[in-house]
């Protein structure tokens, strides 16, 4: 109550003082006006204004530190951000960058499979069947692949199967466009061979290994057999033809007073990851053709399991 | 009213006059509020004593002086909003708060006509966004500063 008493007392008060308060407006606004006339119809008066904004000087040099200090502490939080968002921005292009660079390297590395299986396809006839793997082994137990290529397509039983390193295995079932190949290095395979040095033959047996190894037992103790050597098919088993690389001896072993060697064959194709392979074009074997116990070029003892 | 409470009402006209000096992007300087006017009319409202029309002359001249607008023209400006906004404080303090709001854009929109339409004369037009645009966040402020402060 007190406080609106005093509000309108001060009003009225005020509206009393009104013609004198409109006379003091009235003079303030007229010179006012003056100024501004004066000001821009005589340019010496910019000398007075000058005097002016100098003695400012120092309240707008104030202004502008305290503002520039402020931009300055929200330019760094600013670019702070702006850095992060680039370096972010970055890190993404480069993984998307390192995804293309791993798919130009896989790209590369097909392309120069190709290229070695056309090249081993025009060493080796022109109408052999080109395949690729299917990802997937329903037993990991053992070393077998499936491929695209089945029995519409001309793949058959005991067709031996290549890629540009050497023999992967041979095609041990049929089906109507797929087959599956067992690899040289299963357990259930053996293959005729012999070093390309010396002409010896042996038998290439597949271990099973994880590492692929394969082992050529029964070599004679007296042999000259050096590790590095080559293997190759020999072709006397029927199917393979013979001169294909199969490996290169990383190991032989002479256990003392045994009468043979035991000679440790790393395998020269792909047999980790196939992709790329190649069925070579032979004639499928004569049905109730029957292989001798070991002969490994053949289907039935290869596929025997 | 004590002379800390007449030192702080003046205070608030000078950091109003900074202020309006501070440069800033043109896009947020189109958008700043007539800060002189807003303190003037919290001036009159809160403070009618202090609220003397050579006081508001002075302080629009300063920032005729600090913003390089030609003299006279904010003087011109926030004498005439100080005059009306003294002649409308009664009518302020006894409104509902919308009127009340209504009252101060009106004293605002009489502050920035004058400085455009006189300021227009002698080649010191601003543009009409920029002046509805200081209109609006002047109104703002004058909003926020009814809310949170009693009358």
Redesign the interface.
Known sequence: MNR?TA??R??RF??RK?PS??G??LL??L??????VV??NFPA?QKV?GI??LM?VP??AT??L??GGFRGVQGYFREQSSLMRENQELRTRLLLQDVDLQQMSALKSENEELRSLHALNAQLGSNNLTAETLPGNPDPSRHRVTLNKGSRQGAFIGQPVVDSGGVVGQVTRDYLVTSEALLISDANHALNVMFERTGLQAIALGTGRRDHRLLLPFVPAHADVIQGDTVVSSGTGGLFPAGLRVGVVEDVRNSSGEAFLEAFVSPSANLENPRQVLLLRSEPPPPGAEPGPVNGDSPAAAAGS | MTEGAVARNYALVGAALLISVVPLPQLVGLWQPPWLAVALIWLVIVAPEDARLAVAAVAGLLQDLLVGSPLGLHALAATVLVFLAANMRHWVVSSPPWLRFLLAMLMMTAYLGVVALIGGWFDYAGSWAGLASSLMTGGVLILIAFLFVRI
């Open positions: 609106w509000t309108l001060a009003d005020r509206r009104g308060r409109a003091e407006c303030i606004c010179l006012s006006f003056g100024l501004l000001e821009a008066v204004r002016g904004e400012l309240v707008q202004v502008r305290v503002s």
